[in-house]
């Protein structure tokens, strides 16, 4: 079936990076925008960049820009978002999730969640 | 700041029709640009209730519904069910930030 399958939870000191990756199963890749999206604790979801897994062009919204990368690997059919120079409000469950004009770019498969907590 | 803001919680009870608004402004909802609805239940990873304003994805059922009218949208849930409690979100298009937001989250409880 289609699925999106995200690494496990990772633990980071402050001024550290994370690098989580979202492998695909279930349908083509190449064909669809992989976003990146993250939930603090009892907070709101929150866009953080998308790549287009055909092209490998990326998007990344204004607070993110200069700390967040996203990667793929066509050839795994996988997407990597790493994010750097942590600090404790990184905090956060962190999202990959496919989207499409098929959908009108609604987010319509989700991956389980990577759970990243940032403390010294 | 919030950019979408809907009501932090809604209750019913069982069998009740509840909505769920989702207040934006002229750089997004206003602006055209379409609006979806998820479902998130607790611990879960959200799922897309509603997508392209009002339309459904196979499987979800037809007691969801939405619209979307000038710079609000609004979700609603007719037949309200137990399983229903959960946290909605709306999310859209924003064009003086360029990039997607999400609504500031509402909490559905049946009572």
């Known amino acids: 079936q289609v699925q999106l399958v995200q690494s496990g939870a990772e633990v980071k000191k402050p001024g550290a990076s994370v690098k989580v990756s979202c492998k695909a199963s279930?349908?083509?890749?190449?064909?669809?925008?992989i976003y990146w999206v993250r939930q603090a604790p009892g907070q709101r979801l929150e866009w953080m960049g998308w790549?287009?897994?055909?092209?490998?062009?990326?998007e990344f919204s204004q607070k993110f820009q200069g700390r967040v990368t996203i990667t793929r690997d066509t050839s795994a059919s996988a997407a990597y978002m790493e994010l750097s120079s942590l600090r404790s409000e990184d905090t956060a469950v962190y999202y990959c999730?496919?989207?499409?004009?098929?959908?009108?770019?609604?987010?319509?498969?989700w991956g389980q969640g990577t759970m990243v907590t940032v403390s010294s | 700041q919030s950019v979408l803001t809907q009501p932090p919680s809604v209750s019913g009870a069982p069998g009740q029709r509840v909505t769920i608004s989702c207040t934006g402004s002229?750089?997004?909802?206003?602006?055209?640009?379409?609006v979806h609805w998820y479902q998130q239940l607790p611990g879960t990873a959200p799922k897309v209730l509603i997508y392209?304003?009002?339309i459904r994805p196979s499987g979800v059922p037809d007691r969801f519904s939405g619209s979307k009218s000038g710079t609000s949208a609004s979700l609603a849930i007719s037949g309200l069910q137990a399983e229903d409690e959960a946290d909605y979100y709306c999310?859209?298009?924003?064009?003086?930030?360029?990039?997607?937001?999400f609504g500031s989250g509402t909490k559905v409880t049946v009572l």
């Open positions: 999730t496919r989207g499409s004009g098929a959908t009108r770019h609604a987010l319509d498969i």
């Open positions: 279930g349908y083509t890749f190449t064909s669809y925008v």
């Open positions: 790549i287009n897994a055909g092209n490998g062009n990326t």
């Open positions: 002229s750089s997004n909802i206003g602006a055209g640009y379409d």
């Open positions: 392209g304003n009002s």
């Open positions: 999310q859209s298009y924003d064009s003086s930030l360029s990039g997607y937001v």
